[in-house]
């Protein structure tokens, strides 16, 4: 508690009726990565504008670098590096151009400013479009841009929401190697995403949160093993009725086989991923079924969402409700 | 890799507001220069209504006491170029709001004041280019300055510190109606009502009567009027007087509402 860089309690707020977060708590120790998770409109957004002073809390208090967010957001300010939803970096200037701009109005002088432009825009794989106008960038070139402004002033906390949606994967290799360069540096790091392997990859800890309450927390592995563990997805080939497989295999799972039948797709929860490849392979044999496809991966969101709240939140973890992210 | 310490938490910035302006500033100056728009609002829209308005009502008016419609027209003239161009920067501003750069720049440690007042500062710069090429235009076709070089400055000082008034305005209408094309709606409304209603074009003793007092009270045919006293000659303390006072109230007004608003401004 000593050292957490980021408190929450009871965070709430209200946009008319709609609860956008209801009493969120949470903690991130100095040089750790907390993920957020959760479905658009869960409140993410909201909660990194609350804890980046763009927005005041209705309810609770939050406190960044040892500040009180609503009573210090100057002293916040100068201690967070913001990356928002969108790549908010002005289309008429060029890359270099924003960077330099955003460099002098963290404090820097001139020469600092050109040379830390100069360093990110080389980690950010972003050299061949410096001098160009932002307009000719591709989407996730100024993704890319937009997070090297928030890392100009070598913030010690970093707020990125959603920061690799419209990467290619490319870009979001780079951008991943460039978070965990920054997390050895000792830089504390609160990211939302609506990707589970993303959280996974890059959090020591993960918060899941939906309409606005935390719904689960703990470290990525912690969370699998709540959602089950793995998924074993199989193919069913043409002609072959997928509801045989999932008979077959359905004693192997943690939990009820999911079948697709248009889709000729079953999808099974299993605890030991790997370890009961054998198995599967030897009962399909003695039931004489055909896969077309096999794979073992890891829940997606909707998935997890199912498990962890018990099939309440399924309809809201669809990303079809729109766009906007409360 | 990161080499830097953290200097955005070193205190001791010297007038940090004055830096932190100057380098919005700058950035406003790149945009005129490189956004269309922004460039045919500053070079060729000013020039098309000294010539319009000059040749479409010039053989229809005739001032008392003035050989040259150009030399009554062009003052209000520069009132009309000013305000049209301000209405871009409720666009902008809207624009900033939804792309996410107010989020970005609240979210960094500069005050309200200095982005705001940044772009201010690149208006007025564009705003004394623009009176310049009206001046330009207008001499070309017959306008001269008839009370002298020191009253000349005073007329493009003014027209300047009008514009402060115009941005301010917009400033506040594009944090308000947060859509850039209804920004640039809300900022041209005023100035179009403003302008054919004021003495701009027309004495206002031409005006029916119920149009007069209105007319009369109206901040543009009060600025134009102490524009004109500086470019043609006459007494000049009263009218500028009065100007300044319209400007200063307006700005007493957006300054304030424009910097609350804009603490409290997030994109959705």
């Known amino acids: ?326 | 890799m990161i080499t830097e310490a953290h200097p955005a938490a070193m205190p001791g910035r010297p007038a940090p507001i004055l830096a932190d302006t100057a380098t919005i500033t700058g950035r406003n100056l790149r945009r005129l220069v490189r956004v269309p728009t922004l460039l045919v609002f500053a070079t060729v829209q000013p020039v098309l209504f000294v010539v319009l308005f000059s040749y479409a009502f010039g053989g229809a008016i005739h001032v008392p006491g003035l050989a040259r419609y150009i030399d009554y027209l062009l003052p209000g003239i520069f009132v009309l170029a000013i305000g049209f161009g301000a209405s871009q920067t409720g666009v902008a501003i809207a624009e900033d709001l939804t792309t996410g750069m107010i989020d970005r720049f609240r979210s960094l440690p500069i005050t309200a004041a200095a982005v705001l007042a940044g772009r201010v500062a690149a208006d007025a710069l564009r705003n004394l280019f623009v009176v310049a090429l009206m001046i330009a235009a207008g001499a070309a076709i017959g306008f001269r300055f008839h009370a002298g070089p020191a009253a000349a400055l005073a007329a493009v000082a003014l027209a300047v510190v009008t514009g402060l008034a115009f941005s301010w305005l917009n400033l506040l209408l594009g944090l308000a109606v947060r859509d850039p094309e209804s920004a640039g709606l809300a900022g041209l409304f005023p100035v179009i009502i403003l302008f054919f209603t004021s003495s701009a074009l027309v004495p206002v003793v031409t005006m029916p009567g119920w149009l007069q007092a209105f007319a009369k009270a109206n901040p543009i045919t009060v600025i134009t009027g102490a524009l004109r006293t500086l470019c043609l000659g006459g007494p000049t303390t009263r009218p500028v007087a009065e100007a300044a006072a319209w400007i200063a109230a307006l700005l007493a007004v957006t300054v304030p509402a424009a910097i609350a608003r804009y603490r409290h401004a997030t994109s959705t």
């Open chain 1, 1 to 326: 508690m000593a050292d957490a860089v980021i408190t929450a309690e009871g965070l709430g707020k209200r946009f008319g009726p709609v609860h956008a977060l209801d009493g969120v708590d949470l903690e991130l120790p100095a040089g750790a990565v907390l993920g957020v998770l959760g479905p658009n409109g869960a409140g993410k957004t909201t909660l990194v504008r609350i804890l980046a002073t763009l927005l005041k809390p209705d309810q609770g208090r939050a406190r960044v670098a040892g500040f009180d967010v609503a009573e210090h957001p100057a002293a916040v300010r100068r201690r967070i590096g913001l990356s928002g939803q969108y790549a908010a970096v002005d289309q008429f200037l060029t890359g270099q151009e924003n960077l330099v701009m955003i460099g002098r109005l963290y404090g820097l002088t001139r020469r600092q400013a050109r040379r830390r432009a100069g360093e990110l825009t080389g980690q950010l794989e972003l050299d061949g479009g410096a001098g160009r106008l932002v307009r000719t960038y591709s989407g996730g070139m100024r993704r890319r841009l937009d997070v090297a402004a928030s890392l100009l002033a070598a913030p010690p906390v970093l707020f990125l929401d959603e920061p690799t949606t419209g990467l290619d994967p490319y870009g979001r290799l780079a951008l991943w190697q460039v978070l965990g360069e920054l997390t050895a540096q000792g830089t504390s790091v609160l990211l939302t995403t609506q990707y589970i392997e993303e959280a996974e990859r890059l959090a020591g800890m993960i918060i899941i949160i939906d309409h606005g309450t935390v719904i689960a927390s703990g470290t990525p592995g912690q969370l699998m093993a709540r959602a089950g563990g793995d998924r074993l997805e199989l193919q069913s080939p043409p002609g072959q009725d997928p509801r045989r497989l999932a008979g077959a295999l359905s004693a192997l799972g943690t939990g009820e086989p999911a079948v697709d039948a248009a889709a000729g797709r079953v999808v099974l929860p299993v605890a030991d991923g790997p370890g009961i490849l054998p198995e599967v392979a030897a009962r399909l044999a003695a039931a004489g079924l055909q896969v077309s496809g096999l794979a073992l991966r890891r829940p997606t969101l909707e998935e997890a969402f199912l498990a962890l709240t018990g099939g309440v939140a399924a309809a809201t973890a669809r990303p079809a409700h729109g766009t906007r992210s409360a």
